[in-house]
């Protein structure tokens, strides 16, 4: 058997302080440490898309292409990679085809060399366009296979669906565990059922918030894993990724050594842990190993989530409850995996099932959108008395949703004509119009007060 280096790919930019510090991270805490980071000779580092994007604006007075072009400076020679949502892009819903060519064309001409598409239905037709057009500008196009477990999401389900995204062009394929459910032996089957079927490199990426990733990754990697997530220790583990100097360490003696730098990464490591100390107001993550996840796979983020809405209605005792719920929402609407934007989709209607003392009897948009196919097609068929009795007449959407969107760009163009100081503008606002708006109208007054 022929062994080959392991690759790591850092997610201390993104998925890091997304997990731990609810993204807050700002890009002035990035660069000085990002020049050691160039350094170190990772497989590429994670800097973009997922919730940054949004919370840049939201809550940081910050322009994500700008934090994009800032990396790209220092970055010279490792591949910046991003996590984009398919036919959602950096959103919440479904945007048009021309939104996802504009998008996709700035990503990478400001920077960006390798994106992961997934789509939180492994729908395939939502990640379609993304990937074609993806591929048009030149980036690395990994595509994604949204880990689950479910009556319906067994290994053949997965082989299948690589497959599928091997012909939809995928440069190599990564298997998203954004719960932490996958066991050590399931991680080696997959990886190696991957490897010999579909023939495309295999990345893995697991959060730590079970306990088994670090050991799913000694597996995957004993599979023929090309690549695994790793994010520097100080934001590693809880519901982040397993640490990168833990995982270079452990390989060190064996046939699959990284060659990283112990040394490097232990200076880019007390670096992290001096910045972590200036968020400890988002400090959410938990550092705990979190059972409910192997009972009821739910991500660590949906738990905090159910926390504070819990809260805000004096309900915190209702909790196991609404834990209890999630799983038979969630099979109810076809058994989706959870990940945005259907973990929010299942936990809001699970809280409101448990709540109104009635299942069903208060329903979200989202939930009637998604029982009508707007998000596209469910894993497994939706339970038929459910859909009956939230969408009733409506006329169910068996295309691929997107096709439904009239073009976009224009608009936004129009919209945000008069606040517009660079192309990528109209994008943001396409994307997020309730949070880019107000982004611009302050930073272009904070521009004129800096020019008095």
């Given at each position: ?54 919370t ?67 729908d ?6 993304s ?87 000694l ?53 992290f ?7 400890t ?43 209890a ?52 097609q ?13 969408i ?61």
């Open positions: 058997m022929s062994f080959q280096k392991v690759k790591i790919t850092d997610t201390t930019l993104r998925d890091g302080h997304q997990s731990l510090l609810a993204t807050r991270m700002k890009t002035v805490d990035m660069l000085p440490i990002a020049e050691l980071m160039e350094e170190v000779g990772f497989h590429s580092v994670e800097v973009w898309g997922g919730a940054t994007f949004d840049c604006m939201r809550y940081l007075d910050e322009d994500p292409w700008q934090r994009l072009r800032d990396l790209k400076k220092v970055f010279k020679k490792t591949p910046l990679q991003m996590l984009l949502r398919g036919q959602n892009l950096v959103g919440y819903k479904h945007y048009a085809d021309d939104v996802v060519e504009e998008f996709i064309k700035y990503a990478v001409s400001n920077g960006i060399g390798i994106i992961r598409i997934f789509d939180a239905l492994n395939v037709r939502n990640i379609q366009k990937a074609e057009v993806a591929k048009k500008e030149g980036a690395h196009v990994q595509l994604t296979l949204s880990y689950t477990l479910s009556p319906v999401h067994n290994h053949n389900y997965f082989i299948e669906k690589g497959k599928e995204l091997k012909e939809l062009g995928a440069d190599s394929i990564a298997i998203k565990d954004m719960s932490g459910i996958i066991s050590p032996r399931g991680a080696y089957d997959l990886v190696k059922q991957l490897k010999e079927q579909v023939g495309l490199p295999v990345q893995m990426h697991c959060h730590y918030t079970s306990g088994m990733a670090s050991m799913v990754y597996k995957a990697i004993e599979a023929g894993a090309d690549v695994v997530d790793t994010a520097m220790s100080p934001l590693a583990m809880g519901s982040s990724q397993p640490a990168t100097e833990t995982m270079v360490a452990a390989l060190a003696d064996m046939p699959y050594a990284t060659g990283l730098d112990l040394v490097k990464l232990s200076q880019i490591a007390d670096y842990k001096e910045i972590r100390k200036n968020y107001e988002f400090d959410i993550g938990s550092s705990t190993v979190d059972v409910n996840v192997l009972l009821y796979q739910i991500p660590g983020g949906m738990i905090s989530n159910f926390v504070s809405q819990l809260s805000q209605q004096n309900a915190l005792h209702r909790l196991p409850e609404v834990l719920e999630v799983p038979k929402v969630r099979e109810d609407l076809g058994y989706p995996p959870l990940v945005t934007p259907t973990s929010q989709i299942v936990g809001t209607q699970a809280a409101m099932n448990v709540l109104a003392g009635e299942r069903y009897k208060v329903v979200t948009n989202e939930v009637r959108a998604y029982l009508r196919g707007m998000y596209g469910s894993p497994a068929p939706v339970n038929e008395e459910v859909k009956r009795k939230v009733r007449k409506q006329e169910p959407i068996t295309g691929r949703p997107a096709d439904l969107i009239e073009p976009q760009m224009d608009q936004a163009r129009s919209e945000i004509a008069d606040l517009m100081i660079q192309p990528e503008d109209a994008i943001s606002y396409a994307i997020l119009p309730a949070v880019a708006k107000p982004f611009f109208e302050k930073r272009n007054r904070v521009n004129r007060e800096t020019e008095k």
